[in-house]
């Protein structure tokens, strides 16, 4: 490459650099508004490092971190400089729906085990929320005389539903209201939209923080009670799910593997095949000869001096087989065979009825039964415990060995992946939002379920079947499925922060903000505080998943993410989906009749 063509390109970067650099702090928000991947991105990374300041162990989080540094720059931008800053809605909307999805996957099995044992509950707890919600804003905007939109506008900030405006705006458009003499339908409209700014930043990160400490403010310990309740509902079972998180973990094996010096007669001059028949509880895995690994055939016979590796019952291994095979060997290629965990669908008739004691010829090769599970829940494990078609066992041992089983028992092995099935996440996310965006109208009012609703629910789904039969769905690495949920809220929070900041200066007038900031944060904090107390105390229900049922009510999908962090589990999820299909329904029509009653 020339010096001319170097200085060329050198002096095109500076091009782009130097309209900044002169323009300093404004050209840097100029920048953020031509480039709005960089405000999101510097929104996510400045809102995590804030999201981590703990103060007395409490701090914001990362997504309500984002929130606050991406308020925080708009609002810079519009007081500052007069840039007002718009990112498109889709972005928004595709990281909240990829959020939900992921979220599905994880919590799909416990949702309906949740409907079963608290269905009443959470509906209650949902009725609750709304309730006190919709009253709080609409009486408290009406004693301190707060003109015509604002309700509307507390309401849908407050409880953080953008689509209230849409029902408000409808009702205008309509006639459905009509607005007093002197005052236009664009100021009311004005006035919702301000009232909702306010409301939303503060309700937004107020209910992040109280979901957040609900549990210890109660004087619970929010791990100690996950835990509790990842319990109850598993059912009693010991191991996830086919599909869930930690499924395909080893973990504790009372089996291991050791090598041993083949010295005794009972083992020189054998071959594998009698060996496997009169040990079958110790099965040979490797055989090495001279440093050289053989070939593992039924005819292989071992010899003096051979090192084998065996897998078997810790105790028999140490005080068994050492005086039967010969002295342990700590040869590293003899030990290092390397054991899987896999899941194996029945898919033949021929083994339906049989106990695990009969299929004891076909799991050989140093194959354990780690998990049994019919439909979708764990079945106690012994000897006896008979096996079904359609039935999934969860095996661990060799890779070779685990591969011949499965296709013995009629199933296709599934592995731990570090991919994940991008086609089923297409059709599954698909599938939900278009069922999510169905609207029947009754009486002026849209009913829907809503897209975020119905991607959530099919992830349910597709984790729901999975756990059925692991083949469906197509494999998701766990690393995967959490770096979408928690890059797609935190990215979806970002964008929001942007839109949202430049409509908090224009509500920036007298004591407006200050009613419009104490009814919106009374609407969206009191609410849940209550129906979370009623949770527990009435309904005896876990603290988490009471703090569960109550961000759902409140429709607050950061909260949600908040108790997931503060008690290390996704167990709060259960409930999240009942409660939140319920309230956003009847948030809309709270919304409608708020407007309308104005």
Same mark, same amino acid.
Request: glycine share 14%; hydrophobic share 50%; proline share 5%.
């Given at each position: 490459?020339?010096?001319?063509?170097v200085?060329?390109?050198?002096g095109?970067i500076?091009?782009t650099?130097?309209?900044?650099?002169?323009?300093?702090?404004?050209?840097?928000?100029?920048?953020?508004?031509?480039?709005?991947?960089?405000?999101v991105?510097?929104?996510?990374?400045?809102?995590?490092?804030?999201?981590?300041?703990?103060?007395?162990t409490?701090?914001?989080?990362?997504?309500?971190?984002?929130?606050?540094?991406?308020?925080i720059?708009s609002?810079?931008?519009?007081?500052?400089?007069?840039?007002?800053?718009?990112?498109?809605?889709?972005?928004?909307?595709?990281m909240l729906l990829?959020?939900?999805?992921?979220? +599905?996957?994880?919590?799909?099995?416990?949702?309906f085990?949740?409907?079963?044992?608290?269905?009443v509950?959470?509906?209650?707890?949902?009725?609750?929320?709304?309730?006190?919600?919709?009253?709080?804003?609409?009486f408290?905007?009406?004693?301190v005389?707060?003109?015509?939109?604002?309700?509307t506008?507390?309401?849908s900030g407050?409880?953080?539903?953008?689509?209230?405006?849409?029902?408000g705006?409808?009702?205008?458009a309509s006639?459905a209201?009509?607005?007093?003499?002197?005052?236009?339908? @664009?100021e009311?409209?004005?006035?919702m939209a301000?009232?909702?700014?306010?409301?939303?930043?503060?309700?937004?990160?107020?209910?992040?923080m109280?979901i957040?400490?609900?549990?210890?403010l109660?004087?619970?310990?929010?791990?100690a009670?996950?835990?509790?309740?990842?319990t109850?509902?598993?059912?009693?079972a010991?191991?996830?799910?086919p599909?869930?998180?930690?499924?395909?973990?080893?973990?504790?094996?009372p089996?291991?593997?050791?090598?041993?010096?083949?010295?005794h007669?009972?083992?020189?001059?054998?071959? *594998?095949?009698?060996?496997?028949?009169?040990?079958?509880?110790?099965?040979?895995?490797?055989?090495?000869?001279?440093g050289v690994?053989?070939?593992?055939?039924?005819?292989?016979?071992?010899?003096?001096?051979?090192?084998?590796?065996?897998?078997?019952?810790?105790?028999?291994?140490?005080?068994?087989?050492?005086q039967?095979? +010969?002295?342990?060997?700590d040869?590293?290629i003899?030990?290092?065979?390397?054991?899987?965990?896999?899941?194996?669908?029945?898919?033949?008739?021929?083994?339906?009825?049989?106990s695990?004691?009969?299929?004891?010829?076909?799991?050989?090769?140093?194959?354990?039964?780690?998990?049994?599970f019919?439909?979708?829940? @764990?079945?106690?494990?012994?000897?006896?415990?008979?096996?079904?078609?359609?039935?999934? *066992?969860?095996?661990?041992?060799?890779?070779?060995?685990?591969?011949?089983?499965?296709k013995?028992?009629?199933?296709?092995?599934?592995l731990?992946t570090?991919?994940?099935?991008?086609?089923?996440l297409?059709?599954?996310?698909?599938?939900?939002?278009?069922?999510?965006?169905?609207?029947?109208?009754?009486?002026?009012?849209?009913?829907?379920?809503?897209t975020?609703?119905?991607?959530?629910?099919?992830?349910?789904?597709v984790?729901?079947?999975?756990?059925r039969?692991?083949?469906?769905?197509?494999?998701?690495?766990?690393?995967?499925?959490?770096?979408?949920?928690?890059?797609?809220?935190n990215a979806?929070v970002a964008?929001?922060?942007?839109?949202?900041?430049?409509?908090?200066?224009?509500?920036?007038?007298?004591?407006?903000?200050?009613?419009?900031?104490?009814?919106?944060?009374?609407g969206?904090?009191?609410?849940?505080?209550?129906?979370?107390?009623i949770?527990?105390?009435?309904?005896?229900?876990?603290?988490i998943?009471?703090?569960g049922?109550?961000t759902?009510a409140?429709?607050?999908?950061?909260g949600?993410?908040?108790?997931?962090?503060?008690?290390?589990?996704?167990v709060?999820?259960?409930?999240?989906p009942?409660?939140?299909a319920?309230?956003?329904?009847?948030?809309?029509?709270?919304?409608?009749?708020?407007?309308?009653?104005?």
């Open positions: 490459m020339t010096d001319t063509t200085g060329g390109v050198v095109q500076f091009d650099i130097q309209p900044v650099t002169e323009a300093g702090l404004h050209g840097f928000f100029e920048l953020l508004d031509k480039q709005p991947i960089a405000f991105l510097l929104a996510l990374a400045l809102g995590t490092l804030v999201g981590k300041i703990s103060f007395k409490i701090s914001l989080g990362s997504t309500a971190g984002t929130l606050l540094v991406g308020v720059l609002m810079i931008a519009e007081a500052a400089y007069g840039i007002t800053y718009a990112i498109p809605g889709i972005l928004s909307s595709f990829l959020f939900m999805y992921a979220l +599905g996957l994880k919590v799909g099995p416990q949702f085990s949740g409907l079963r044992k608290g269905g509950a959470f509906v209650t707890i949902g009725l609750i929320v709304w309730s006190l919600n919709w009253v709080i804003c609409y408290g905007a009406m004693s005389g707060l003109a015509p939109g604002y309700a506008g507390l309401i407050s409880y953080t539903i953008t689509a209230i405006l849409g029902v705006q409808g009702a205008l006639g209201y009509v607005p007093p003499e002197g005052m236009s339908i @664009e009311v409209g004005a006035n301000a009232a909702y700014a306010i409301s939303y930043i503060l309700s937004s990160v107020g209910i992040i109280l957040r400490y609900l549990p210890r109660f004087g619970r310990d929010a791990k009670d996950a835990k509790l309740a990842e109850e509902f598993s059912g009693g010991v191991h996830p799910v599909g869930a998180p930690g499924a395909f973990d080893l973990g504790f094996s089996y291991d593997l050791r090598a041993f010096v083949v010295v007669d009972a083992f020189v001059g054998r071959t *594998l095949l009698q060996l496997a028949a009169d040990y079958p509880e110790a099965p040979v895995l490797r055989i090495m000869r001279d690994v053989l070939d593992m055939a039924p005819d292989t016979c071992l010899v003096n001096g051979d090192i084998i590796t065996v897998r078997g019952d810790i105790h028999d291994l140490i005080f068994t087989d050492g039967l095979i +010969g002295p342990e060997s040869d590293s003899a030990r290092n065979v390397v054991l899987e965990v896999a899941d194996v669908h029945i898919g033949v008739h021929e083994h339906s009825g049989k695990l004691a009969e299929l004891g010829h076909i799991m050989s090769g140093g194959v354990a039964v780690q998990a049994l019919r439909a979708g829940t @764990e079945l106690p494990l012994g000897p006896e415990s008979d096996v079904r078609f359609g039935d999934v *066992l969860r095996l661990t041992g060799p890779d070779i060995a685990l591969r011949s089983i499965a013995k028992l009629g199933g296709q092995l599934i731990p570090m991919k994940s099935e991008v086609l089923y297409a059709i599954a996310m698909l599938v939900g939002y278009l069922v999510g965006i169905i609207t029947v109208t009754i009486s002026g009012i849209p009913f829907a379920l809503g975020s609703a119905g991607v959530i629910m099919a992830g349910v789904g984790s729901y079947f999975r756990s039969n692991p083949n469906f769905g197509g494999p998701v690495h766990e690393g995967a499925r959490s770096f979408l949920q928690d890059f797609g809220l979806f964008v929001l922060s942007a839109n949202v900041g430049p409509k908090v200066i224009s509500a920036l007038d007298g004591d407006t903000i200050l009613w419009l900031g104490l009814i919106g944060l009374a969206a904090l009191i609410p849940p505080f209550i129906a979370f107390w949770g527990i105390r009435l309904f005896g229900l876990n603290s998943i009471s703090d049922a109550a759902g409140r429709n607050s999908t950061p949600l993410n908040a108790i997931m962090e503060e008690s290390g589990s996704s709060a999820a259960v409930p999240y009942v409660a939140y319920l309230t956003t329904v009847l948030a809309l029509i709270g919304g409608y009749f708020s407007m309308i009653l104005s």
